[in-house]
């Protein structure tokens, strides 16, 4: 499913809200007070504009995804912005991250820790591969609880969401997974948990536009 949407994922993720992710994974690269010297991994890193967004605050990113036409994609954007050499994007699981253990400085996860299988290996994965006193930032999708908010935002999520999604991917499926994976993602509260268990601390839950993006951050333990 994502390979037969890379061509237009961009586009889409542009378009469908507003402009305003980049606004959120700007606030999560914020959120890492990176220094210049770090090392930053990126999991379920897509077309790469996590680790684009990381400049100049890394000094090295890695990025890792399973689909291979969005790597190949965002290999064409890393070597358009002049960032091969800081730049490196692995094809990886992210219930088995390709890297050492205690390897990186910080680790991203954008939008993607709800199409993980197991979201609790992912987030002891990266828990391991954290060297100690690491940051953690993940985005994810949620439902706004504000009453005049919520239901004018599941009726545009859940109906025409997809439709201009199918109509401009051309993949009947995927655009109606969206908001079928929002929907079974654990709650805000329930994943704070989960990243507890995993070994994180100073967990935090903040959420983003009224609520339509929550921003996770924790801290691996020095």
Request: aromatic content about 8%; some cysteine; proline content about 7%.
């Amino acid at each position: 499913m994502f390979d037969a949407i890379a061509p237009r994922y961009d586009l889409l993720n542009h378009l469908l809200s507003a402009g305003i992710d980049r606004r959120w994974r700007n606030a999560a690269i914020r959120s890492l007070k990176l220094t210049g010297s770090e090392t930053l991994l990126d999991v379920c890193a897509g077309t790469a504009d996590v680790a684009l967004a990381a400049r100049p605050g890394a000094a090295r990113v890695v990025g890792v995804d399973f689909s291979g036409a969005m790597l190949a994609r965002g290999l064409q954007k890393v070597r358009t912005a002049g960032e091969s050499g800081r730049i490196s994007l692995v094809r990886g699981d992210a219930m088995r991250l390709p890297v050492p253990a205690r390897s990186v400085d910080a680790v991203t996860i954008a939008f993607g820790i709800r199409n993980v299988q197991r979201p609790d290996v992912a987030c002891a994965e990266m828990a391991r591969a954290l060297r100690p006193g690491g940051r953690l930032a993940i985005l994810e999708f949620g439902v706004p609880r504000i009453p005049g908010i919520k239901p004018l935002y599941l009726w545009y999520f859940t109906h025409v969401l997809p439709r201009i999604g199918r109509a401009i991917s051309g993949h009947g499926a995927a655009y109606s997974y969206l908001p079928a994976s929002v929907g079974t993602f654990a709650p805000p509260a329930e994943f704070v948990q989960t990243l507890r268990q995993a070994g994180f601390t100073d967990v935090q839950a903040d959420p983003l536009t009224f609520g339509i993006v929550y921003l996770y951050t924790a801290r691996l333990p020095g």
